[in-house]
Each structure stands twice: as structure tokens, then as C-alpha cells.
């Protein structure tokens, strides 16, 4: 409950910041956070980065950056491991280019 005769600032209050942010272009949106994110202490940092990391690993996979992707990190890891126990034997480089010279020739 608000004290009495503060009902009315609270209100106005509140619609200013839904207005402000509202009219907020992501530009000025972006370099808020960042800035924010520049003094926030640790913890925040953290909770904020837990609220978005699976957008943040899935964006960055889209973008094509594989590595920040657990998955892609995952499977690289599988193929490696196949590699090193010699379940999987690889392929030369030289019979890699004869492959791919042979597919573009045939077409």
C-alpha cells in the first residue's frame, strides 16, 4: 500500500518509465545495457547471463560461430575421441581433394 497522497506520483511515475522504454530505439536499448553491464557486480552479471544463455548459444550458432554451440562443442569432442581411438581411421587430405576434384568434374 502506498502512503496516502502518493498514489497518483507512483502512477505517473510508472507510465514515464513504460513510456521511456517504449519510445527506446534498440540502439538506445543496447548501449543502456551495455553500459549497465560495464558497473553490474558479478551476481548480476551472472543471473542475467543464466536468463540468456541458451538464446545466446543458439544466436551464436546461427551466426556461425559453432564454438560457443555446447552441442557442436559435444560433438566435436565424440569425433575427436573416434579419431584418437582409432574407431574412426580419417581421411587424407590428398584423398580429400581427389574426392572433391573428381565430384566437380563429373558434373
Not at 10 to 24: D, E, K, N
Not at 73 to 97: F, L
Amino acid at each position: 500500500m502506498l502512503p496516502p497522497g502518493n498514489e497518483e506520483k507512483c502512477t505517473l511515475t510508472t507510465l514515464r518509465q513504460i513510456f521511456v522504454f517504449l519510445s527506446m530505439t534498440a540502439t538506445a536499448i543496447r548501449k543502456t545495457l551495455h553500459s549497465y553491464l560495464e558497473i553490474a557486480d558479478d551476481k548480476k552479471i551472472k543471473a542475467i547471463y543464466t536468463l540468456l544463455e541458451r538464446e545466446i548459444a543458439e544466436s551464436a550458432t546461427e551466426a556461425g560461430d559453432h564454438w560457443e554451440s555446447p552441442e557442436f562443442i559435444a560433438e566435436m569432442n565424440r569425433r575427436v575421441a573416434d579419431m584418437q581411438s582409432g574407431k574412426d581411421k580419417g581421411r587424407s587430405w590428398d584423398d580429400v581433394k581427389r574426392e572433391l576434384k573428381r565430384k566437380t568434374t563429373s558434373r
